[in-house]
């Protein structure tokens, strides 16, 4: 029996070495067949160029604006099931995949036909080997989700677990799920877009894995300056928000408590930074935006 044919998409913006170090990571996978697709998302840095130059195998989809993590991974789907993917794994630029790591995923996607989504266990780049995300947890009725677990730790899971929350830097989707759920809302255009999907996938009756030996490594929000940026924390604030409405509905008590969590605890995140004027103002942003019914590309504005 041949093996299911798995398409990687790599989602670049304005990262090229980072995306021809994803592309050299995965250039070593010991899996086939696979198809590599690389999503540019408008960048300006020569990304696409370097892409087509260095791999000239990979299929390059150049989009002609920045449509963000949804809408670039979205275009990215597309174009792996036109080309008869039967399994898709969704990769930020900023990783580097183990050789070993889409093998183990497709295994056991094989062997749970019920899972929407099956999640690598990925590392921080730096400090290395301390993990960044072995699954997570989300409950739309509360404001505040917590660290991913595993945040910090050596030592990945023993075994195979389900998690409520699956991670979009690196998760393999069967190409049926996608054709039954869709992928991902694009007016949220980066973050919390794999938290909706995730609790849409729950509704259906579906679940979320994690595979502790599918090892990837994470630059961490790279894209967007870090967790604690600008742009991280007004997209985090404003989507956080609509998600949890979204999903769960509590009351004007309820939803007023579950905001004012919301809120706080990234003005408490961004009083951390450096640069808390920038930072408190983001927040301030996101939810402003959220409360005008604002989505789409954040655009700050000069401080």
């Known amino acids: 029996m041949s ?13 090229r070495e980072h995306t021809l170090a994803c592309l050299r ?15 540019d998302n408008g960048s300006v840095d020569g990304s696409a160029d370097a892409v087509a130059a260095a791999f000239p195998q990979a299929d390059l989809v150049r989009l002609e604006r920045n449509r963000g993590f949804a809408g670039g991974m979205n275009a990215g789907a597309e174009r792996a099931l036109d080309r008869g993917a039967e399994h898709v794994l969704l990769l930020n630029n900023d990783t580097e995949v183990d050789p070993a790591a889409p093998g ?14 099956v999640c690598a266990t990925i590392y921080f ?6 993990i960044w995300y072995a699954g997570a947890r989300f409950d739309p009725k509360r404001g505040y989700q917590g660290r991913h677990e595993g945040y910090g730790s050596q030592e990945a899971p023993a075994s195979v677990r389900e998690t409520e929350r699956a991670c979009g830097a690196a998760m393999l989707v069967p190409a049926a799920v996608i054709q039954e759920l869709g992928l991902f809302d694009e007016d949220l255009f980066a973050y919390a877009e794999d938290a909706d999907w995730s609790l849409r996938a729950r509704d259906a009756g ?13 630059g961490v929000s790279v894209a967007t ?18 998600v949890c409405e979204r999903h769960a509905s509590l ?3 309820g939803t007023w408590r579950r905001r004012a969590v919301v809120v706080s605890a990234h003005l408490a995140q961004a009083l951390r930074g450096s640069e808390r004027r920038r930072s408190v103002r983001a927040v301030q ?10 989505l789409g590309e954040y655009r700050p504005s000069g401080d």
């Open 251 to 253: 009351g004007p008590l």
């Open 206 to 218: 579906r679940t979320l894995l994690v595979v502790p030996e599918a090892r990837v490594v994470h």
């Open 225 to 242: 300056g870090g967790e604690g940026s600008e742009a991280a924390l007004y997209y985090s604030v404003r989507n956080l928000l609509v």
């Open 285 to 294: 942003r996101g939810w402003r935006d959220f409360r005008r019914g604002r």
């Open 125 to 130: 780049r730096e400090p290395p080997g301390v």
């Open 3 to 15: 093996a299911a044919r798995l398409a990687a998409v790599v989602l670049s913006w304005n990262g």
């Open 104 to 117: 183990s995923l497709v295994a056991e996607a094989g062997r749970r036909s019920e899972a929407a989504a």
């Open 25 to 39: 990571s995965l250039e070593a996978v010991e899996y086939e067949p696979l198809d590599v697709i690389v999503v």
